[in-house]
């Protein structure tokens, strides 16, 4: 079950938030897996910058600790991050994990984008 909490670090909880973020249950196992080989708790950033072949492209990185802005989402006891200039671009986004033919990485299922590039990263609003 997906929730959305507000820790003490954190300006934004479910209830005044509004932002639909989720972190599914694949990309909460990869967290808790990546924490085991760290040997440390990571929390997963989510950003959205400017560029790459559509536009706006999602940037991934793996932390210790948000900021104090940042609006944190979590499931099963796993953490992700959104800093409050990108969380317009995902609103009402999941944040997943997905290992098939085309690789193993983070993705965001935008419903915001209109279009994507064939790798993923990359989208227009």
């Known amino acids: 079950m ?25 990309a909460a196992k990869r967290l808790a897996k990546l924490g085991e080989i760290e040997g440390r708790p990571v929390l ?5 910058d400017g560029g790459g072949c559509s536009g706006f492209q999602y940037r991934f990185e793996l932390i210790e600790a948000g900021d104090a802005d940042d609006i944190r ?31 193993a990485q983070f993705v965001v299922r935008n419903p915001n984008a209109a279009s994507s590039c064939g790798c993923g990263v990359s989208f227009s609003i």
């Open 2 to 26: 997906s929730t959305v909490q507000s820790a003490p670090a954190f300006a934004i909880s479910a209830p005044t938030g509004g932002h639909g973020l989720t972190l599914s249950e694949s």
């Open 44 to 48: 997963l950033r989510v950003a959205v």
């Open 73 to 103: 989402i979590e499931t099963d006891g796993q953490a992700a991050v959104v800093d409050t200039v990108s969380l317009p671009f995902l609103k009402g986004s999941e944040i997943a994990f997905v290992d098939d033919l085309a690789g």
